[in-house]
């Protein structure tokens, strides 16, 4: 299982932190986060395409291609839009 966490409205909609899920990629991961918490479709996915707003970190460092393959030992982050000061 793939630690995910989540951040800001996010974390709202799920109404926790951290879940563990089974996933070979990031967009396996994607899919199954919003199959097993409906309330953040909106927020993830275009039709099939995920926004380009979210944004995923494997093992702390941002990732764009979906199709990376992840491991038990990884550690996922999904972002909402964010902007520094």
Avoid: C, H, Q, W
């Amino acid at each position: 299982m793939v630690r995910v966490r989540l951040f800001a409205n996010f974390r709202e909609r799920v109404g926790k932190g951290e879940v563990f899920l089974e996933a070979k990629n990031v967009r396996e991961l994607l899919k199954k986060l919003v199959e097993s918490y409906p309330t953040l479709r909106d927020l993830v996915f275009e039709g099939d395409t995920v926004k380009d707003y979210v944004r995923v970190a494997v093992n702390g460092r941002i990732v764009e291609d979906l199709s990376i393959e992840l491991s038990e030992e990884d550690e996922v982050a999904v972002f909402p839009p964010f902007s520094g000061g």
